[in-house]
């Protein structure tokens, strides 16, 4: 690229924009419309990121690293250059096309019963949970119509993962939750597979900028189980979307000092009792303390609300959870 078209994509994508999109939040107010906050690029336990918006850079006074949004996607990322412009890139063009679709989605929940009798069977039915969620619903079919009449073209449909080749919806009869950057589907059918997402990073821990504050924070591996779990008043919960965490989950639960409570499925083949082992030690050795939940055999917190679970049985769970 040139450095033009370098100084147009930083004028598209204001740093303080892009941060704030990954979960950064500002800690203080300094002069000059400069912020302060923890490092997103380190465990940091002192806010020693500086933020400049006015000039779109950024400072850590902690890792010593600095720049601009390029830079800063490189050093997230942990990518080169070109990937760094190539994420950028499509970031630019997916962020307001996933808002739009996220919207259109959570228009459609209630007018489909279906929709709304499997998250009853899934034990959601608070509206606050509903709207703290954003949850969605896609038809399919109706979806391409709608953004292509607010002027997204099919072929930006298509690299956002929303519609196939063909240009029917990619996500159809399905549960929808915006996540940073994508969109998790869960299948009403059988014959569907379960889970979908966009093409994409993983992303980081669910709604962490609103757990982080916490002392004591509940990790589960799936949506369903957060969605339980704060319906019942825990509201210090978060979501790895499965039991092996990437290198930005793990650093966002090492950035403070805190108690994690593992709380993973108990499967019957054991897969997520192992996983929250290995995951306790590394824990461990960034000097957390942590606590690992033993829920009844073949239950996730989800099955486990909805078969006649409630807030103290649960409660009992952590308070026996061993170290």
Request: aromatic share 10%; proline share 6%; hydrophobic share 40%.
């Amino acid at each position: 690229m040139s450095r033009q078209a370098l100084d147009e994509l930083k004028r598209q994508i204001p740093l303080l924009d892009y941060l704030q999109a990954h979960d950064w939040r500002p800690a203080r107010q300094l002069r000059r419309g400069r912020w302060m906050g923890l490092c997103p690029l380190h465990v940091d336990r002192q806010p020693s990121f500086l933020v400049d918006p006015n000039k779109s850079l950024f400072y850590c006074y902690g890792c010593g690293r600095g720049g601009d949004v390029i830079r800063f996607a490189e050093l997230y990322h942990q990518v080169k250059f070109p990937q760094a412009l190539a994420m950028l890139r499509q970031w630019r063009g997916l962020a307001p096309i996933l808002h739009e679709t996220a919207s259109f989605y959570r228009m459609q929940l209630h007018r489909h019963g279906e929709a709304v009798a499997y998250l009853h069977q899934r034990g959601v039915r608070s509206p606050e949970l509903i709207e703290h969620m954003r949850i969605g619903y896609a038809p399919g079919g109706c979806l391409r119509g709608w953004l292509t009449q607010l002027g997204y073209p099919l072929p930006a449909l298509r690299q956002a993962g929303l519609a196939t080749h063909v240009g029917y919806d990619a996500y159809q009869h399905r549960i929808v939750f915006p996540l940073e950057g994508n969109l998790y589907g869960r299948s009403l059918s059988a014959s569907a597979p379960a889970h979908r997402f966009l093409p994409g990073a993983k992303g980081g821990l669910y709604l962490w900028e609103q757990v982080r504050r916490y002392p004591e924070v509940i990790l589960v591996e799936g949506l369903f189980d957060y969605a339980v779990l704060w319906q019942a008043g825990f509201q210090n919960v978060t979501c790895s979307r499965g039991n092996h965490l990437n290198a930005h989950q793990f650093q966002q639960l090492c950035d403070g000092a805190r108690t994690v409570y593992l709380t993973f499925d108990a499967d019957a083949n054991g897969s997520g009792q192992q996983a929250a082992q290995s995951l306790a030690r590394r824990l461990r050795e960034q000097g957390l303390a942590v606590r690992t939940v033993s829920l009844p055999e073949g239950h996730d917190p989800n099955s486990f609300f909805v078969q006649d679970g409630d807030a103290r049985q649960f409660q009992s769970l952590l308070e026996a959870a061993r170290p």
